[in-house]
């Protein structure tokens, strides 16, 4: 928000004497994008009015706020490059500089009609040494930050859990975020995701946005009539052959609070133990307890990511390490999945959504 504002400075700073005519709408344009990303803050959602045009509203000004901050970035980059005494070079700098401009604005636009709309089917092999012989080759389907409403329809959420069924899993778990705020039609999500189906169950736990919303113990308690278990702070005992697989759930764990308080007690003894969390924050917590497999979502992936050398850089990695795919520490292991949809803007960029599906193998 605060970089929103100030962008716009710079850019009245620059147009007060030179293109006076323009200046009256920078005020409107810095507080539509400002506007965007203050009701994206979950105490201000009490104020939100009813209806779907609010959310796309909300959803274009954090796309203007974003792209006009990419914008006035290059724009005062090139100003500061632009040779000033050769008119052959200064003609074609200024040129690129006008197409990089343009750049954010359509590279959003794409993730939006697009990037949001790609999702993948994901596997994963997660090696494991000393997996016990009935596990190895366990399926478990892995969906996550479904934020079923205004931004992700009925048929995107359809084709997800049929992508899940597809991969016929032994073991599917939902990872929270089934909705985004109060008034999110979870009646309707929980009825299609119903239509999950592996051998051993479906189960899962809560995220961050089921607390905003204030539905935790109707999911739980929904969710149980369908056969969809969430777990908050429990565990289910699941037979494959001679092997025991502890499956447990935890409600969402405050960002850089007290991580996993208690949740040792979950685990059972001689059990190959698999730990819910919606945040992937908690896993240097979860293998300092010693479980086996932590699977997680929250972060999609980062939902805006840029690869520059080698590395992804996105908002979420101001907050979390562990952002998306495979990660391993001691003898325990993580798995965070991108999700299915969004949250702010509704776009992906660099970070479509998938249905994971993630297969134990044993390893020598």
């Avoid at 952002?323 to 798995?335: N, P, T």
Wanted: glycine letters at 12%; a neutral charge; aromatic letters at 10%.
């Amino acid at each position: 928000m605060v970089l929103i504002l100030l962008c716009h400075w710079e850019v009245w700073r620059w147009t007060r004497d030179r293109m006076p005519k323009l200046v009256w709408l920078l005020g409107p344009s810095a507080l539509f994008g400002a506007g965007g990303m203050f009701f994206e803050l979950p105490w201000a959602w009490r104020y939100v009015p009813p209806g779907e045009w609010f959310f796309w509203a909300r959803g274009a000004a954090i796309a203007w706020g974003i792209c006009s901050c990419g914008t006035t970035l290059i724009w005062a980059l090139g100003r500061r490059i632009t040779p000033r005494f050769d008119p052959g070079r200064r003609q074609l700098v200024v040129a690129a500089q006008a197409v990089a401009a343009a750049a954010p604005a359509a590279v959003t636009g794409f993730g939006i009609l697009v990037g949001r709309r790609d999702l993948q089917a994901v596997e994963v092999e997660m090696r494991v040494p000393g997996l016990p012989k009935d596990l190895d080759g366990v399926r478990i389907a892995q969906l996550s930050d479904i934020h079923y409403g205004p931004f992700l329809s009925r048929q995107e959420l359809v084709q997800a859990v049929g992508m899940a069924n597809d991969f016929r899993p032994h073991l599917t778990v939902v990872t929270g975020d089934l909705i985004t705020r109060n008034g999110d039609p979870i009646e309707e999500c929980l009825r299609e995701i119903s239509a999950l189906r592996a051998s051993s169950g479906v189960w899962g736990c809560l995220g961050n946005h089921e607390i905003y919303a204030g539905c935790e113990a109707y999911v739980q308690r929904e969710g149980r009539r369908r056969d969809l278990h969430f777990l908050r702070g429990q565990k289910q005992e699941l037979r494959f052959g001679d092997a025991r697989l502890n499956l447990a759930g935890v409600d969402y764990q405050k960002m850089h609070g007290e991580y996993l308080r208690g949740a040792e007690a979950l685990q059972e003894a001689g059990a190959w133990n698999v730990l819910l969390s919606h945040n992937p924050d908690a896993f240097r917590t979860a293998a300092e307890q010693g479980w086996d497999l932590m699977l997680a979502g929250h972060t999609h992936g980062g939902q805006v990511t840029v690869e520059y050398l080698h590395q992804h850089v996105n908002f979420a990695r101001f907050f979390t390490p562990y952002v998306y795919g495979r990660y391993e520490e001691g003898g325990s292991r993580l798995y965070v999945t991108r999700g299915i949809g969004t949250v702010g803007i509704p776009a992906r960029i660099g970070a479509p959504p998938e249905v994971a599906l993630i297969k134990l193998c044993a390893t020598s």
